[in-house]
């Protein structure tokens, strides 16, 4: 099926577009009244993920309200413990919780492989229902965490200021460290090749806790399978998004992969030294800018805008919209990105 608009994928494979493309992550969730209105139907977010009528309703909602240049399947990143043997709850105002975690090795024993098409069906049936409703109008970008992200939870087993559990298992058994990260990275290759089966037209990795590593551990543990990712997927444009990972930019410059996301930490200038011409930007409002006046957000949006040049570059958030801000406040945001030409 030919895309109506394509400025998402052509910005990603570095080619001329008549203007800046723009979506926002979190973007199909709880700013919007809408998806409260389908969230209340259920029994939480874990249902509605996992039924994908829902979950296909959900993510077209910021296409149709906002009008972003790209929808992105409603999912989590925490599907691909679950699929290899490791349940969890989302415990509400909490966030994840693990009952089991992953601290020996005797413990992957009771973990295996994800089967994408047995244990995350419901992702794949989402992505083809959204696809078809869709119908073109814009790209579908499918999604997964990074190992290194998925690791720090399976063996935490909750949210972490400081994931200190996870990062003594990396020092302390490096061995093992490797054994889960490398069932987490070939689960998560069979799961994104699924997804783009289904129909998804771009991929993004998302590193959630990038930033906590120093950098000679996000080497050895943090890009080393994210490269063998990228390396694995070649049928569509691939987006790294470490947040945090100011330290690795250089590094990632070189991964097989079209788009780096950059964090509102992340000048705009030195990341396109550091990175490297070869690769689009994503980013990198911070979106605390989005709580001012209209006027202050359009000016700051503008700034972004110029600082990225117009080329190579994919206007988004530094990180995911805060549940509390007002959709009219990222309409804003979106359509100052739209008029805006270099």
Not at 6 to 12: E, G, H, K, S, V
Not at 19 to 43: C, D, H, K, N, T
Not at 248 to 253: C, S
Request: proline share 5%; charged share 25%.
């Amino acid at each position: 099926m030919t895309l109506q608009n394509d400025l998402l994928i052509r910005a990603a494979k570095g080619e001329k577009t008549e203007r800046v493309p723009v979506w926002l992550m979190r973007q199909a969730g709880r700013i919007l009244p809408e998806y409260r209105a389908v969230r209340s139907s259920v029994s939480g977010f874990i249902e509605l993920a996992k039924t994908p009528e829902l979950a296909a309703e959900v993510t077209i909602q910021p296409v149709d309200l906002l009008g972003v240049d790209a929808a992105i399947i409603f999912s989590d990143i925490l599907v691909i413990p679950e699929a290899m043997g490791l349940p969890y709850q989302m415990v509400e105002k909490k966030g994840p919780w693990f009952e089991n975690t992953v601290s020996s090795t005797s413990d992957l024993a009771k973990i295996h492989l994800a089967e994408p098409e047995q244990d995350l069906s419901y992702v794949l049936d989402a992505i083809k229902i959204t696809k078809k409703e869709l119908n073109g109008r814009v790209p579908l970008i499918g999604f997964a965490g990074a190992p290194w992200t998925i690791f720090s939870y399976m063996v935490e087993g909750a949210g972490s200021k400081t994931f200190s559990k996870a990062k003594k298992m990396l020092y302390a058994e490096p061995e093992l460290s490797h054994q889960l990260l490398q069932m987490i990275t070939e689960s998560t290759i069979r799961y994104l090749k699924a997804q783009i089966e289904a129909g998804a037209d771009l991929i993004q990795i998302f590193d959630s806790w990038a930033g906590i590593l120093s950098p000679e551990q996000y080497d050895t543990f943090g890009l080393k399978y994210i490269s063998q990712i990228c390396n694995a997927i070649n049928d569509v444009p691939v987006t790294v998004f470490a947040k945090g990972a100011f330290f690795a930019r250089k590094r990632m410059g070189t991964l097989n992969c079209e788009t780096i996301g950059l964090d509102w930490n992340m000048s705009v200038s030195a990341s396109r030294r550091l990175i490297g011409d070869s690769k689009t930007l994503q980013g990198n409002l911070d979106p605390c800018v989005l709580y001012s006046s209209d006027e202050e957000i359009e000016k700051r949006t503008i700034q972004m805008l110029e600082a990225f040049g117009g080329h190579k570059h994919i206007a988004n958030l530094g990180h995911g919209v805060y549940p509390d801000i007002h959709p009219d406040k990222v309409k804003v945001f979106i359509e100052t990105v739209k008029n805006w030409r270099a």
